[in-house]
């Protein structure tokens, strides 16, 4: 079975709610070429993108590198929506 196949709807959930937001439990796919990426309700009536990334296709330094430019690019007021910096680990974790 490959990483993807485990990315369910409560994996997802439960990935968010693991870093203190609370998901409603509805989850819209958006497109991505080969990622998998998510507008998650939450129950605050925010929301927020969730991306996981295709195992294997890059390595922790290159997205570490694609956040920074994002946050350079949004630094310099071009519009791009930068990752969150989440609370409780740096994001980069594997599926199971």
């Given at each position: 079975?490959?990483?993807?196949?485990?990315l369910?709807?409560?994996?997802?959930c439960?990935?968010?709610?693991?870093?203190?937001?609370?998901?409603?439990?509805?989850?819209?796919q958006?497109?991505?070429?080969?990622?998998?990426?998510y507008?998650?309700p939450?129950?605050?009536h925010?929301?927020?993108?969730?991306?996981?990334?295709?195992?294997g296709?890059w390595s922790?330094?290159t997205?570490?590198?694609?956040h920074?430019?994002?946050?350079a690019?949004?630094d310099?007021?071009?519009?791009v929506?930068?990752?969150?910096?989440?609370?409780?680990?740096?994001?980069?974790?594997?599926?199971?």
């Amino acid at each position: 079975m490959t990483s993807f196949q485990t990315l369910l709807p409560d994996f997802i959930c439960d990935a968010i709610a693991a870093q203190g937001y609370r998901p409603t439990g509805i989850l819209h796919q958006l497109n991505s070429y080969e990622n998998r990426v998510y507008d998650v309700p939450l129950e605050d009536h925010t929301s927020l993108v969730a991306k996981f990334y295709r195992p294997g296709r890059w390595s922790l330094d290159t997205l570490i590198d694609e956040h920074q430019t994002l946050k350079a690019l949004q630094d310099a007021e071009v519009p791009v929506v930068r990752p969150v910096v989440l609370p409780h680990n740096t994001g980069f974790e594997t599926l199971g």
